[in-house]
T-cell receptor, first 112, second 114 residues
């Protein structure tokens, strides 16, 4: 089945700096890659997603890039703010039932 | 904006007891899912449900687990005889179509087995 690896496990940046989180996937048939933000004790919240027919997508300070050949995708957050502090999960969808396979998460800490 | 709702928010149960976790997916959604998250770990897929039947299930979803859509709105997860290792946050999710569509998560039920 699909396996999603995510790095780094923790990331600390200063406010205003950029943050990059990287994921790789194993199943070349996967074609949808969402990113979720999870604050402590709360639901995973979809922040951006990308489909395999697109190489890059941007939404204000957040962007995602996808390299299908290398089977990796990345989340980029620019001009980070303290409220960006959370755990971020990448995921890939595979199979006919569209189950999400999640990465192991990145704890992002934005310091003042 | 419509949301997935889950009840209860927290369930404390003795080991060996049955629990039922309830979810109300977004009304026009067709695909339903249960995931679980052990404290500090990643979210893991349990089961997907479409057209009143299970589409796929993981190794975690053994004979102690079952799902049901008893009416047009509720989607339930039952654990027949709970074990200590069932302690986790259980999330329900739904999406409007299948492959390649966003899944929207509920707030979760924190299940604590004593």
């Amino acid at each position: 089945g699909e396996n999603v690896e995510q790095h780094p496990s923790t990331l600390s940046v200063q406010e205003g700096d950029s943050a990059v989180i990287k994921c790789t996937y194993s199943d070349s048939a996967s074609n949808y890659f969402p990113w979720y933000k999870q604050e402590l004790g709360k639901r995973p919240q979809l922040i951006i997603d990308i489909r395999s027919n697109v190489g890059e997508k941007k939404d204000q300070r957040i962007a995602v890039t996808l390299n299908k050949t290398a089977k990796h995708f990345s989340l980029h957050i620019t001009e980070t703010q303290p409220e960006d502090s959370a755990v971020y999960f990448c995921a890939a969808i595979t199979g006919t039932a569209s189950k999400l396979t999640f990465g192991t998460g990145t704890r992002l800490q934005v310091t003042l | 904006e419509p949301e997935v709702t889950q009840t209860p928010s927290h369930q404390v149960t003795q080991m060996g007891q049955e629990v039922i976790l309830r979810c109300v997916p977004i009304s026009n959604h067709l695909y339903f899912y249960w995931y679980r998250q052990i404290l500090g770990q990643k979210v893991e897929f349990l089961v997907s449900f479409y057209n009143n039947e299970i589409s796929e299930k993981s190794e975690i979803f053994d004979d102690q687990f079952s799902v049901e859509r008893p009416d047009g709105s509720n989607f339930t997860l039952k654990i027949r005889s709970t074990k200590l290792e069932d302690s986790a946050m259980y999330f329900c999710a739904s999406c409007s179509e299948g492959l390649g569509q966003p899944q929207h998560f509920g707030d979760g039920t924190r299940l604590s087995i004593l």
